[in-house]
């Protein structure tokens, strides 16, 4: 590089998934200091990307210099083909580690700023698979308000809404980061009511993780749901969505003694998940489904306390 320095390489073959491609750079030399990342300088081919495939989990180098890509270009069609990559290579636990250690997440972390649907809804599913370790679910949870926002502010059924209703299900399997979510149940209740099926069970998947949660219960219960919420225990809803739903209810009513119900429900305002899970237009529904033609849903009502 204009004889400043003898020592360099040209580091060819990563090759970026998806509809990925070969770039090239060159390597300074120098060593992780402090634990910060190495500073990677691009050849002038760095952009000069082609179309191929590259199914292989990459290397640590690989890596590194994959999110040097990240911070370095604009070009939409290398961040979106360099998100997936990483994406795909976060599924495995190995690199869920490196790309970690290599201060990676703060950099896929801010590419769900961008303007561009798509490489947003990439950001958010390379965050996904990255939020599996639980140790990059510290680094991840300062991205959960703006995940919440946009699932609930963002265009209804889309993809960037998935993706984000995916990561935060991921960082609600353990209680850790749930209280993070208490402001926006109401919101996610609407957008459960009114998205398509494939919304519908996302929103329950991420539901019934809090549910499970005895500590998230008063706030699912105060939660303002449109009574349409009970056509979802209909006997012709589809079973993936009618499980979910009555489990959710199971989850709810488990956690919720009797006792507890019972003094506590002036608490709950009219409108509240409480008023609708323990009116009488919920009991028929559930004495109506204890004739459904599916073994499944039969036993799943009869496992309800209430009912």
């Not at 081919?45 to 604009?74: F, I, M, P, R």
């Not at 950099?107 to 639980?134: D, H, R, T």
Request: hydrophobic residues 40%.
């Amino acid at each position: 590089m204009g004889g400043a320095r003898d020592v360099g390489w040209v580091a060819a073959g990563l090759i970026l998934a998806a509809g990925a491609c070969y770039c090239f750079y060159k390597l300074t030399r120098g060593r992780r200091r402090g634990g910060r990342r190495l500073r990677l300088r691009p050849s002038r081919s760095a952009e000069d990307l082609t179309s191929g495939s590259y199914d292989d989990t990459l290397n640590a180098e690989q890596v590194q210099k994959l999110l040097y890509l990240l911070e370095s270009t604009e070009d939409p069609i290398i961040i979106e083909r360099a998100l997936v990559t990483l994406g795909n290579n976060a599924a495995f636990s190995a690199n869920q580690i490196v790309i970690r250690e290599l201060g990676g997440i703060p950099i896929v972390g801010s590419k769900i700023n961008n303007p561009n649907q798509s490489i947003k809804e990439k950001a958010l599913n390379a965050l996904n698979n990255l939020s599996v370790n639980v140790e990059n679910q510290i680094k991840i949870k300062v991205y959960v308000s703006q995940v919440c926002e946009d699932v609930i502010s963002g265009p209804l059924n889309s993809a960037v809404q998935l993706a984000g209703l995916r990561l935060l299900t991921n960082m609600t399997v353990t209680n850790a980061h749930q209280d993070m979510l208490s402001s926006y149940i109401t919101d996610l209740f609407h957008v459960l009511v009114t998205g398509n099926g494939s919304t519908k069970v996302q929103v329950l998947k991420l539901l019934l993780n809090l549910s499970e949660n005895p500590a998230m219960t008063d706030q699912l219960l105060d939660a303002q749901v449109d009574s349409s919420f009970l056509s979802l225990l209909d006997g012709h809803v589809p079973k993936e969505i009618l499980l979910r739903a009555l489990t959710l209810l199971q989850n709810i009513t488990n956690c919720l003694s009797e006792e507890r119900r019972l003094a506590t429900q002036p608490a709950f305002p009219a409108g509240s998940l409480f008023s609708l899970l323990y009116g009488k237009e919920c009991a028929q529904k559930m004495k109506a489904l204890v004739h459904h033609h599916d073994a499944d849903v039969k036993e799943k009502v009869t496992m309800i306390p209430k009912f």
